[in-house]
């Protein structure tokens, strides 16, 4: 069974940096194919795909975001990380992460129930 | 960026009846476009992948076709649970989603 798990900060201040890790269990980010991507919310309105990053160290970022984001993973903890850079306060949102399969159509397959993040002085 | 558009935004219909969904790419997405079904406070969940593949456990009363730009989400037969937001998706090159249809109960 594929389970994925948000955690992080409810509330930043604008300008603070946003971390948040994505641990997993049910797969390996070391098995060819396999990713995971963060994906965010806000609320009331449309998903909007942030980032990715496979199990051969490749990164996708979203370009709009590109220049605040960065991912990381640490295959042995089965963890991924994402840091987004000068929050403000239209970056309020749920924060998902997923399992991306990128030899089956880049289908994201397995979420994690989403962490809900208040960006406010 | 590929820009995804739905439409409608919005639709209602009743239990029962057939809806269709469209989306469009601003280029080619090639076969690389997915359908979420999303409920109120839940995570998305795959419905279809690779424009017409149904995802594992998923009703046969949901279907897609398309190809290129063009792409739609047919559902026949409504059920209760059929109610909620839908979201196309391309993979074709980074992985942009439309802005979601929701689906009310007329």
Partial sequence: ?121 | DIPMTQSPSSLSASVGDKVTITCRAGQTVSSFLNWYQQKPGKAPRLLIYAVSNLHSGVPSRFSGSGSGTDFTLTISGLQPEDFATYYCQQTYTTYTFGQGTKLEIK
Avoid: H
């Avoid at chain 1, 995971?36 to 309105?45: A, D, E, F, T």
């Fill in chain 1, 1 to 121: 069974q594929i389970t994925l798990k948000e955690a992080g900060p409810t509330l930043v201040k604008p300008t603070q940096t946003l971390t948040l890790t994505c641990t997993f269990s049910g797969f390996s980010l070391s098995t060819s194919g396999v990713g995971v991507s963060w994906i965010r919310q806000p609320p009331g309105k449309a998903l909007e795909w942030l980032a990715v990053i496979y199990w051969n160290d490749d990164k996708r970022y979203s370009p709009s975001l590109k220049s605040r984001l960065t991912i990381t993973k640490d295959t042995s903890k089965s963890q991924v990380v994402l840091t987004m850079t000068n929050m403000d306060p239209v970056d309020t949102g749920t924060y998902y992460c997923a399992q991306q399969e990128r030899y089956n159509w880049g289908r994201l397959v397995d979420w994690g129930q989403g962490t809900l993040v208040t960006v406010s002085s």
